[in-house]
């Protein structure tokens, strides 16, 4: 169900309008309230008033997550901290998170889209939503729920893990919704199956799956084995978090960019230049709508392209297509973003352990497996095994208390890793998607 | 009273092994006691030879990762009690045995052990004090 009709099927003309009028409104605050945006775009040369069309945006400079990141923890912030009453923050590429911050009216719109979304994936009134993404910093979990409570259905917060009492909780309550990543949707099938259930004595109709990509492929073995329509959802937290872009069940064919609170462009990542619909290349998203964190021209560096054909389900807006890869090195493990050099800077706190190591990702029983292979060199060897072991054992908990995410260390021989041109090969993704 | 023992890194892959001692027969030394200790991943194997600095330069031309660890080579008696004598002097004076393993000749019609304490010093002079003989690292290596 369509569920904010005015706005959803709007006709294109009338959204660019609208579109134009809340970019200069939030190119004119961020270059006002947040010095960033100022400096920014005097080093471009422009000024807010430059916007006069859609066109202009192009005119405007990108913003990377390095710039949030120099501006830790507050520095992108938009309003007094008076405003902002809720903080969220997902893992940076050197160990410090990135910060966003909403105010209440960013909360609000925020759990609109999120009821959109939650509509256009098939869940209304009267659905019961187990909602297994993770709640805390990471917006997937709270962003779901609050989405969940504004659309009007019952929500489990179920969060994360302990999967087993999940799968009591869903023969017991029966929802017809689930939300959570696409691989622990998998690994919740398999349990349940050696637990001696199975999804099709469940209530469940649509899955709606998201915070990592998933294929075609994932969307087929997802309905065979949870017995309902998978949908995608997208969004990140510098954006907003979940509920930027939505796949209606529908079509199933690409996902609906809520666009008249963010403008999409795909530009070439080498170049900066937009490419025009249907070209692949890096996502990037403006905000024009958000007060305590607007975005402008944020570089995502998510590899999609965009689709502006009309679609079955009445909706105007642009569909993106699923996310192919990244143009940079971030790793998504078990929706958990991971930066290799994140992992390095665990490792540098340990002498001898840099810079010889390998991360292999792997897909096991349909969960993310992280291994870090460490080269055993003279300063980390010990002739007791116990001491190599305990060595081992410290990395991995470093690294599940600074990154959050578990790995499993393993000590390798010195110069086994497999080097390129001199340099050790960092990443080894082994996983299908 | 110290010998030195040479320890390899090696990972538990075939072969691996046969690699180690390919590389000191090649370098013409030989071995007087080796032990494994092993983990599902990785083991470490600790050698005594007769060339330690060969043994090392060529282990470590072959990509190895080399440590040196102090060890003491003990005379134990080859009769039921031998072993556990010396273990009992060493648990009454609160002195713990990291891990050991035995030459392949004997000596003067008794076994060498090879243990690692955690206080060598220590570990020595109550040995000697008990009339046990504590073999010198030059001799272990011309057995």
């Given amino acids: 169900m369509i569920l904010d009709i005015g706005f959803e099927t709007m006709p294109r003309e009338d959204l660019e309008d609208i579109q134009v009028r809340r970019l200069q409104a939030t190119v004119e605050r961020a270059y006002y309230n947040v010095p960033f945006y100022r400096a920014n775009f005097e080093k471009s040369g422009v000024k807010p008033d430059i916007i006069k069309s859609m066109d202009d945006l192009k005119r405007l400079p990108f913003t990377t997550k390095a710039d949030l990141r120099d501006n830790y923890p507050f520095g992108m912030f938009a309003v007094p901290m008076d405003n902002v009453v809720r903080i969220h923050a997902s893992s940076g590429t050197t160990g410090k998170p990135t910060v966003v911050g909403y105010t209440a009216r960013d909360i609000k719109t925020w759990a609109e889209l999120m009821a959109r979304a939650l509509s256009a994936g098939g869940a209304g009134r009267g659905d019961i939503i187990h909602n297994a993404y993770g709640y805390g910093l990471f917006t997937g979990g709270l962003g779901v729920h609050y989405g969940a409570e504004k659309l009007g259905a019952s929500v489990i917060p179920v969060s994360g893990g302990n999967t087993k009492r999940q799968i009591v909780l869903m023969k017991d309550f029966g929802p017809t919704i689930l939300t959570s990543t696409p691989s622990y949707a998998l690994h919740l099938a398999e349990v349940a199956e050696e637990v001696g259930e199975s999804f099709k004595n469940f209530k469940f109709k649509f899955g709606i799956f998201g915070a990592e990509p998933w294929s075609e492929k994932m969307r087929t073995e997802l309905e065979e084995k949870l017995y309902l329509s998978a949908v995608d959802i997208y969004g990140l937290s510098e954006v907003m978090g979940p509920g930027v872009a939505m796949e209606c069940h529908e079509a199933k064919k690409g996902l609906h960019i809520f666009e008249d609170h963010f403008i999409p462009e795909i530009i070439n990542p080498e170049t900066g230049e937009v490419l025009p619909y249907g070209e692949t290349g890096e996502l990037v998203f403006t905000s024009i709508t958000k007060e305590a964190f607007p975005v402008i021209r944020y570089r995502t560096r998510d590899i999609t392209s965009l689709n502006p054909e009309p679609c079955i389900c009445g909706r105007t807006h642009v569909r993106m297509n699923k996310v192919s890869g990244r143009s940079d090195d971030m790793l998504i493990i078990r929706g958990v973003n991971v930066f290799p050099s994140q992992i390095e800077s665990v490792l540098m706190g340990f002498e001898g352990v840099a810079p010889h190591y390998q991360l292999i990702v792997d897909r096991i029983d349909n969960l993310d497996v992280l291994s870090v292979l460490v080269e055993v060199g003279e300063k980390l060897f010990s002739d007791e095994v116990k001491i190599l072991q305990d060595e081992a054992k410290k990395i991995s908990k470093n690294i599940k208390d600074y990154l959050g995410v578990s790995a499993k260390v393993t000590l390798v021989e010195s110069k086994s890793i497999a080097r390129s041109e001199g340099k050790a090969v960092r990443v080894v993704d082994n996983r299908k998607i | ?143």
């Avoid at chain 2, 010998?3 to 990972?11: A, G, K, P, R």
């Avoid at chain 2, 990785?42 to 990509?63: P, Q, S, T, W």
């Avoid at chain 2, 008794?110 to 060598?120: E, G, K, P």
């Fill in chain 2, 1 to 143: 009273m110290r010998v030195e023992q040479i320890s390899v890194f090696l990972e538990n892959k075939a072969g691996r092994l046969a690699e180690v001692t390919g590389i000191l027969s090649d370098a013409n030394v030989n071995i007087r006691a080796l032990s494994v200790a092993d983990t599902s991943d990785f083991g470490v194997l600790r050698l005594i030879v007769d060339d330690n600095a060969k043994a090392e330069r060529v282990l470590k031309e072959n990509g190895f990762s080399v440590g040196k660890t102090s060890v003491v080579a003990v005379e134990v008696e080859d009769k039921p009690g031998g072993l556990h004598r010396i273990l009992s002097i060493l648990t009454m004076a609160g002195i713990n045995v990291e891990y050991m393993y035995s030459l392949v000749v004997q000596r003067n019609g008794h076994s060498v052990l090879v243990f690692r304490f955690d206080n060598i010093d220590g570990a020595v002079s109550l040995l000697k004090e008990n009339g046990i003989t504590v073999v010198d690292g030059s001799k272990v290596q011309s057995m």
